[in-house]
């Protein structure tokens, strides 16, 4: 493993901010932690450039230890790249000079060569003699990431960085910084509180809360099978169900009875939350269940529809745009579950 932390802690003033949290990234991989604000993502990343110690654990980097109780490698020795949620781009030089900036060890030929390199590779060429106040969100970000990628840096750590622009913006700069850094076979951690930033750009991903990582898997894993309550509820959008176990494989809800093949813990009876996702409805002109469109959202190709039957439990479905169903509607569909998540009330 080419990043590893192994069971860091940290304090702010005495109060636990990170708590016995370990993960490594393989080198040239992509991986994202993910959890909401004040979770102590950005802390674990202050953390590997060298901004912040700990107090207990161990971070290396290259089989190189950078962090420990009695050990602190300074930031600017560790060889790192970061990129910064606002850019943190110098407002009184270029594009190009931007981008020089951590290349002084360079020879001047080289350093030119280098940033000539960028400016192409990140379509910044007509852009090169601008300043950061005459540059679009988009095009700051490419002028940081190649700042940060120039020097040919171990490791590249970013900060939310793609949350200050719009949506469809930030989806396009998600692919295209992810396809860089594979085609540059760079190891990067990225942090972030939107699920969609970390599902697009992540190989693996840690879900965090409250200092502690929850769970550390693929996006699929992470989506399919979380470890528990808090990863299920916060990654994804889907509804709790209340149910039962019913004999040694079944777990029986007021929409659907769903087979489970995990229930060697759970006795006959055993009262659950399962969890529905929108996809886990399908739209079915010969379903077996009718619920009734108490609201629809159209995003595009698809639209979010919340449908219930009567005096039940709304849940959230995801169907093809092109079945348009209005307010009223009593829609026939069938639930097919092919990870059922459950939990222990």
Not at 267 to 288: A, E, H, S
Not at 316 to 342: E, M, Q, T, W
Request: glycine content about 8%; some cysteine.
């Amino acid at each position: 493993m080419f990043l590893k932390v192994q069971n860091i802690s940290c304090k702010y003033n005495a109060e636990p901010v990170v708590r016995d949290l370990s993960f490594s990234i393989e080198k040239g991989e992509q991986a994202c932690l993910l959890g909401p604000s004040g979770c102590g993502k950005t802390t674990v990343l202050r953390v590997i450039a060298g901004f912040q110690k700990i107090s207990e654990g161990i971070v290396s980097i290259g089989g190189d230890e950078k962090s420990s109780e009695k050990h602190h490698v300074a930031p600017e020795k560790r060889k790192l790249g970061m990129v910064f949620q606002d850019h943190a781009l110098f407002p009184h030089m270029s594009v190009e000079q931007n981008i020089a900036v951590g290349l002084n060890s360079f020879a001047p030929e080289n350093r030119t060569i280098r940033v000539n390199e960028f400016l192409e590779r990140m379509g910044l060429l007509s852009e090169r003699n601008k300043f950061p106040h005459e540059l679009s969100g988009g095009q700051a970000q490419r002028v940081a990431l190649a700042r940060s990628l120039a020097p040919s840096p171990q490791l590249l750590l970013m900060d939310e960085p793609f949350s200050s622009l719009d949506s469809d913006l930030r989806e396009r700069m998600n692919a295209e910084v992810s396809e860089l850094l594979r085609e540059q076979k760079m190891t990067a951690l990225m942090v972030t509180h939107d699920q969609n930033d970390a599902f697009a750009f992540g190989k693996e991903l840690g879900v965090m809360r409250e200092g502690i990582l929850e769970q550390w898997a693929s996006p699929h894993e992470i989506y399919h099978q979380p470890k528990n309550r808090f990863v299920a509820d916060f990654i994804g959008s889907g509804v709790f169900l209340s149910g039962y176990v019913k004999g040694s494989d079944n777990i029986v809800t007021d929409y659907t009875e769903l087979t489970f093949l995990n229930l060697e813990n759970w006795c006959d009876g055993t009262k659950l939350d399962v969890l529905i996702r929108p996809d886990d409805i399908v739209f079915d002109p010969n379903g077996d269940k009718y619920l009734k469109v108490l609201s629809k959202s159209f995003q595009g190709s698809q639209t979010l529809y919340k449908l219930s039957k009567e005096k039940g439990e709304p849940l959230l479905a995801l169907f093809p745009s092109h079945d348009n169903f209005l307010v009223g509607d009593i829609v026939p569909v069938r639930f097919k579950v092919d990870h059922v998540v459950a939990y222990r009330v």
